[in-house]
């Protein structure tokens, strides 16, 4: 089972006016799942790969780092608590799963 199975997310493509729109949608009924896609939605394409690098570097213990803000959103954040962290203050996973949700993101918006 992928992280994204895990948690109810579904991500989806959507052509319009010649450009390709990605999209993770949330399984209200999991816990977690719309904070996940609330994540997901706002990153960007080189903001998911800032997100991956800052991850990598928390789990790896090269940073001293305690959070991530995203660019265009205000309302959305990554606190990090190694091995965990908590998404825009209410859904706690770990670092691990974070990870491997947002490479799967960034192989899904690059396909």
Same mark, same amino acid.
């Given at each position: 089972? %992928?992280?994204?199975?895990?948690?109810?997310?579904?991500?989806?493509?959507?052509?319009?006016?010649?450009?390709?729109?990605?999209?993770?949608? !949330?399984?209200?009924?999991? !816990?977690? =799942?719309? *904070?996940?896609?609330?994540? @997901?939605?706002?990153?960007?394409?080189?903001?998911?790969?800032? @997100?991956?690098? =800052?991850?990598?570097?928390?789990?790896?213990?090269? %940073?001293?780092?305690?959070?991530?803000?995203?660019?265009?959103?205000?309302?959305?954040?990554?606190?990090?608590? !190694? !091995?965990?962290? %908590?998404? =825009?203050?209410?859904?706690?996973? %770990?670092?691990?799963?974070?990870?491997?949700?947002?490479? *799967?993101?960034? =192989?899904?918006?690059?396909?």
């Amino acid at each position: 089972m %992928t992280v994204k199975q895990h948690y109810g997310l579904k991500f989806e493509t959507v052509r319009a006016e010649g450009r390709k729109f990605h999209f993770a949608n !949330p399984e209200v009924s999991i !816990p977690g =799942s719309m *904070e996940l896609a609330q994540l @997901l939605n706002h990153l960007g394409a080189s903001e998911s790969s800032y @997100l991956l690098e =800052s991850i990598n570097d928390v789990i790896s213990s090269s %940073t001293s780092e305690i959070s991530y803000s995203l660019d265009n959103s205000q309302g959305v954040w990554v606190e990090y608590a !190694p !091995p965990n962290c %908590t998404i =825009s203050g209410s859904q706690t996973m %770990t670092l691990i799963d974070l990870k491997s949700l947002v490479e *799967e993101w960034i =192989s899904f918006t690059n396909s």
